[in-house]
């Protein structure tokens, strides 16, 4: 009994918010690794440009709220989100039409774009400011849980309760759906394959008759795709603060770069590698190890290698050790 108590606690605590806590990050660095393969620079601005999607599916959230629309026990931002890619598809689409185009056809070195995409990414940051405010933002509604605590623990007779949010399950059903229909346009769709090609090879892409530009405007709009869902399921399952996306910038890099950089496969890996490892180093294991050992060994500390305000410490230590000894990523993407 008491194993299983240490496994719904480990489930509780650990598993399930990781899982979900990976969904998302891997989403995000989908949209970093697209960036890198197909246009050839590190995009800084891709955490806000997660905020700005998020943002306008919570202003049609409350919209749809105000006018009594709802999806009953699932959020309305699922409704909003649709009008929340287009918005920053558009966004993206006329960043690249004023700012990125010409940096370009100028052939600018990547680190030209690296250092344009951070000035972007002030403007984004102070755009999604002024528009919301800096302030906390909740906007999830419907039933919050899929089964509670409570639920569970008349269910089994365990002491430990198991607490599944909706966000959570939303989170995992939305990035296997995602990840799958994105997969599937790249290996099944003319448009798809003419992406990689010119990805592979610019110059034998070109010369094959692949339109640069239309390969550049389909690539942003996947990235609005990918960053607006990203961003949202992240705020459903926490809660939106522009300023957080700013930080989720670290571990979003590090999943892409650590899963292999302009591997999509890569940055999958790479996203749920930094977040067991985030939620791993930074839980603490009294409870777990209370349920495991005899009473007279119950640590009297929290059995926490790290505290929580230091997560983000975790994904620059993988980075960095990932950038020194294996700079391609675990599936061997390209070189940073």
């Known amino acids: 009994m008491d194993l299983l108590n240490a496994l719904v606690a480990l489930a509780n605590f650990v598993m399930i918010p990781a899982t979900s806590y990976g969904a998302q990050l891997a989403l995000g660095a989908l949209g970093v690794t697209l960036i890198y393969g197909i246009l050839r620079f590190s995009n800084f601005a891709h955490g806000d440009t997660m905020a700005f999607g998020a943002m306008v599916t919570i202003l049609v959230t409350w919209a749809l709220q105000g006018a009594g629309i709802t999806l009953g026990p699932l959020p309305t931002a699922l409704l909003a989100l649709p009008v929340g890619i287009a918005g920053t598809a558009l966004l993206v689409l006329g960043t690249d039409r004023v700012v990125y185009r010409f940096y370009r056809e100028q052939r600018a070195k990547p680190v030209v774009l690296v250092i344009v995409s951070m000035g972007v990414m002030f ?19 419907g039933e919050r849980f899929i089964i509670s605590a409570r639920t569970f623990r008349e269910m089994t007779g365990l002491d430990e309760g198991l607490a599944f949010r909706t966000s959570q399950g939303i989170t995992i059903v939305t990035a296997v759906i995602v990840v799958a229909a994105l997969f599937w346009f790249l290996n099944r769709t003319r448009t798809g394959k003419s992406m990689r090609a010119y990805s592979d090879n610019e ?7 692949i339109n640069p530009e239309r390969v550049v405007a389909i690539t942003w709009i996947l990235v609005a795709a990918l960053a607006t869902v990203a961003g949202v399921l992240y705020g459903l399952d926490k809660s939106f603060k522009p300023f957080t996306y700013f930080q989720l910038l670290l571990p979003v890099f590090a999943a892409a770069i650590v899963g292999g950089l302009g591997n999509p496969l890569g940055a999958i890996l790479g996203g749920f590698v930094i977040a067991y490892s985030e939620v791993t180093v930074t839980y603490a294991f009294k409870k777990v190890l209370g349920y495991l050992l005899p009473e007279s060994l119950e640590p009297d500390g929290l059995v926490q ?32």
């Open 203 to 209: 110059d034998l892409a070109l010369l094959s008759g």
């Open 123 to 141: 403007i984004m940051n102070g755009l999604v400011r002024f528009i919301i405010g800096p302030d906390d933002q909740r906007f999830a509604d």
């Open 305 to 336: 290698l790290l505290s929580t305000e230091y997560k983000f410490a975790v994904s620059f230590a993988i980075l960095v050790v990932v950038l020194l000894f294996r700079p391609t990523g675990l599936l061997r993407g390209k070189a940073v």
